[in-house]
């Protein structure tokens, strides 16, 4: 899927989709009707969703590969998101109105080859690229969002490889597997008003 394919109104209508399929799972249903998707909706596509109250992290799930619908990916990850990311307690109905959900579409990833540790952080673009490393059965990914949070590709490397379960300092020792990755993302309050 070319992600700059995706429209404002296709934007709007994962959002609202998101945004009625957690309300559904706690039993609030909306008058308002979603027509069906788009043929752009209905394509294979890999997502993440991403929960936050007031800024902070709430939850955040998705896939790399894209295995199902565009539409259906989405009303998967709210869910898990929401009810099963390991680091956090399931959303309550009481938080609902205080959650804000963005969704992330994923490239394909592509296979970083490099032959010295020293190169892995020079191949990397800061706030462009999402990055996955792999080593030893483990695997963990950083959307590109995270540079926000850690504009240090050093120290970007370090947290992924915490996130990973391993020495953070992997990286620099190691060649591991590394993918690269871009997204598109869009956000309630960017894109249509929440309520």
């Not at 043929?39 to 109250?53: D, G, K, R, S, Y």
């Not at 379960?165 to 993302?185: A, D, F, K, S």
Request: aromatic fraction near 8%; charged fraction near 25%.
């Amino acid at each position: 899927m070319d992600l700059h394919s995706l429209s404002d109104s296709d934007k709007a209508y994962l959002l609202k989709l998101a945004r009625r399929t957690l309300q559904e799972r706690f039993g609030i249903l909306s008058s308002e009707t979603l027509p069906p998707p788009s043929e752009l909706l209905q394509q294979p596509a890999a997502t993440f969703v991403t929960l936050t109250i007031k800024g902070e992290l709430r939850g955040c799930v998705g896939t790399l590969e894209a295995y199902q619908p565009l539409v259906e990916d989405v009303k998967e990850h709210v869910i898990a998101a929401a009810f099963h990311d390991f680091r956090f307690p399931p959303v309550s109905k009481e938080e609902l109105p205080l959650i804000e959900i963005e969704i992330s579409v994923l490239t394909k990833p592509e296979r970083l080859n490099y032959n010295n540790p020293q190169e892995l952080p020079k191949l990397l673009k800061p706030f462009e690229d999402g990055v996955v490393l792999a080593w030893g059965g483990r695997r963990a990914t950083f959307l590109p969002q995270v540079w926000h949070k850690i504009p240090d590709t050093e120290k970007f490397l370090d947290h992924l490889c915490l996130k990973m379960g391993v020495n953070p300092q992997l990286w620099r020792r190691e060649i591991l597997e590394v993918w690269i990755y871009q997204v598109i993302e869009f956000r309630e309050g960017e894109i249509l008003k929440t309520g």
